[in-house]
């Protein structure tokens, strides 16, 4: 059982949802344009320490009637506790996106005390200059592991040839769960792995995050791809060095990319807006594994409404390159519009984006939904996925 049926009465029920996305052809040299179709679902993972709201988590894969290999993503964790419960596995579409382009089913599982995961402090690391990272890890690689462990009923996803990927503490965790691989995964992806960073170029017990790496390395023997910026202010070169360096003498496997400075911080080199930087490393490691496929190009732009004008047109722009589903664009027949995005469910986008156009105009009418058209004519296809319930 995948998708919970039952939310306390003081949470919004998180339904599955369907996106489906226009894709133009295969980024191949000289292959014929091609139209595909990628699928969305909000899930809750079953575990019975998260109760009955289980683990917040989001699906996207190809739109296909075949298995696709799991493809699992961790998040990191920000240095304040209180913006924890502001992450949202929404967020992370854009970096999904590159998974599922790839051929994976791409799930996001926020771990327990994130998003809408219920644990609190469960996670804690506890004082700095003590700070004991094997435990914190402990409890990320079990809701890792329970998100596999839900994926594995489905009948639209397969957990051989999965792999797992995450950034900073959800690359700490991805190195942690390969030194308790389950069954099924052939390689993980760490990005700026590390916990613990208090202020830049300041971590908890430096020490004592080392030696959590070598203790990994002892049992983990999962192909790892380890990325890290120059200019990384969580973890610099000469801590990043020092983690792999005790990884891979204690016996783990692991190939070390000391990637160029990226923008102000290389922490978050592994973003939507710098694809073009780590997806090179990511497709030459897959390549490596033999786990590449045909790679199916980002979605085609929606045209404009006709009757925007100009900064009308600039704004739509911003709406198409926005990445936090759910979002929905409404216009009126003189031009007036309204949009919004991040949203919890594609009907709360539309019923926000329809308030916000008719503070400028009385008759107004949705256009976009998500990544597509609005109206009867753009209406999502059924899915084909014959999930398992």
Request: with cysteine; glycine share 10%; proline share 7%.
């Amino acid at each position: 059982m995948v998708l919970t049926t039952e939310a306390p009465s003081n949470r919004r029920m998180i339904l599955p949802r369907k996106l489906l996305l226009l894709i133009a052809g295969l980024v191949m040299a000289g292959a014929p344009a091609m139209a595909a179709e990628f699928y969305t679902e909000d899930l809750r993972i079953p575990m019975t320490e998260a109760g009955p709201q289980g683990l917040e988590a989001f699906l996207v894969r190809p739109a296909g009637t075949k298995r696709y290999p799991l493809a699992l993503l961790s998040h990191g964790s920000p240095r304040k506790f209180d913006d924890r419960a502001g992450m949202s596995a929404h967020k992370y579409y854009g970096l999904a996106l590159e998974y599922a382009r790839r051929g994976f089913a791409a799930l996001i599982v926020m771990r327990r005390g994130y998003g809408t995961s219920p644990g609190g402090r469960v996670d804690s690391v506890g004082g700095c200059a003590n700070a004991a990272y094997l435990p914190a890890a402990a409890v990320a690689v079990a809701d890792l592991r329970a998100a596999i462990d839900a994926m594995a009923t489905r009948s639209d996803i397969t957990t051989s040839g999965m792999i797992a990927a995450g950034h900073s503490a959800g690359g700490l965790a991805t190195v942690a769960l390969t030194a308790q691989a389950p069954p099924g995964l052939v390689a993980a992806i760490s990005f700026a792995g590390g916990r613990g960073s208090r202020d830049d170029d300041d971590v908890c017990n430096e020490d004592g995050l080392v030696q959590a790496f070598a203790t990994f390395g002892k049992t983990s023997r999962v192909p790892m791809l380890w990325v890290y910026a120059a200019n990384d202010s969580f973890f610099g070169p000469d801590l990043a060095r020092r983690l792999y360096d005790g990884f891979r003498k204690a016996g783990g496997n692991a190939k070390f990319i000391a990637a160029p400075p990226y923008g102000d911080d290389g922490h978050y080199l592994y973003s939507v807006a710098s694809r073009p930087q780590w997806t090179p490393y990511l497709d030459a490691f897959l390549r490596e594994r033999g786990l590449n496929h045909d790679i199916l190009s980002p979605p085609d732009p929606l045209p404009p409404p006709s009757q925007l004008n100009e900064a009308a047109r600039a704004e739509f722009a911003r709406y198409l390159a926005s990445m936090m589903p759910h979002k929905a664009f409404a216009v009126s027949p003189n031009g007036g519009y309204g949009w919004r995005s991040g949203h919890t469910t594609a009907e709360d986008a539309q019923r926000d984006s329809l308030i916000a156009c008719t503070k400028w105009s009385a008759t107004c009418t949705l256009y976009a939904v998500d990544d597509r058209l609005a109206g009867p004519a753009q209406k999502p296809a059924a899915d084909q996925s014959a999930r398992a319930r």
